[in-house]
């Protein structure tokens, strides 16, 4: 878990390179399982799943954060990166965010990040993901328990709902511990506003949907 330390220390954004190479991964597996699962030329042709939406071009809105964020972000767009993961809704705070793999500071300067050692989005268990307080995760500050979240991954779109809230201090790892079922962890640096190292995580803690409650 040493990983996580460095996890905490960086968070952050998103672009449209990414979210686009992210959804023609989608419709490149899409078209592989049509193709396997071709009907007979007998049978009527079943309606095509809809493509994911294409993610407006045009810049974030950095609104909320800060000029440092702002400027590494736009920095990080000449960078190359591999297709995210996933990509994180949280239609209350209007966020839609690619998940990128790793919590390196150029990872986290374009999108935000899987944590290593954890499980990837959208598999069983307990995926930690971290994001810049002054960046894209500054909105977590609005969400409230029972706001939803929207993962989409390259096999579909899940939802899953926040379960907990929680404020630790920066060394409380047992917040990625293993969970049952589908667990997202949002990880960011507190308080939000606070000139220097913030001393505090912020922990937003979301079940898939069909595992809430249990």
């Not at 330390?5 to 960086?10: I, R, S, T, V």
């Not at 990128?100 to 990872?107: R, V």
């Not at 002054?134 to 609005?142: A, E």
């Not at 511990?177 to 001393?199: I, N, Q, R, S």
Request: net charge neutral; charged share 25%; hydrophobic share 40%.
């Amino acid at each position: 878990m040493g990983i996580w330390g460095a996890a905490w220390l960086h968070k952050t954004l998103l672009q449209r390179a990414s979210l686009r190479a992210f959804e023609e991964a989608a419709l490149a597996a899409k078209a592989g399982a049509e193709a396997r699962t071709a009907p007979a030329a007998s049978e009527p042709a079943p309606t095509a799943a809809p493509p994911l939406p294409i993610v407006p071009d045009g810049n974030a809105d950095t609104s909320l954060w800060s000029e440092k964020r702002v400027r590494d972000f736009r920095q990080s767009l000449a960078a190359s990166f591999a297709p995210p993961l996933a990509v994180l809704g949280i239609p209350k705070i209007g966020l839609r965010v690619a998940i990128l793999e790793g919590t390196d500071d150029l990872t986290l300067n374009r999108g935000i990040g899987h944590i290593e050692g954890t499980p990837r989005p959208g598999e069983p268990g307990n995926s930690g993901v971290a994001g810049h307080r002054d960046g894209f995760f500054r909105g977590l500050k609005d969400v409230r328990v029972g706001d939803r979240l929207d993962l989409e991954t390259v096999t579909g779109r899940e939802e899953y709902v926040i379960e907990k809230i929680t404020i630790v201090a920066p060394d409380d790892v047992s917040v990625l511990d293993e969970a049952p079922g589908k667990v997202l962890t949002l990880v960011a640096c507190y308080p939000f506003y606070f000139v220097g190292d913030a001393p505090k995580r912020y922990i937003v803690r979301a079940k898939h949907v069909e595992a809430a409650g249990k």
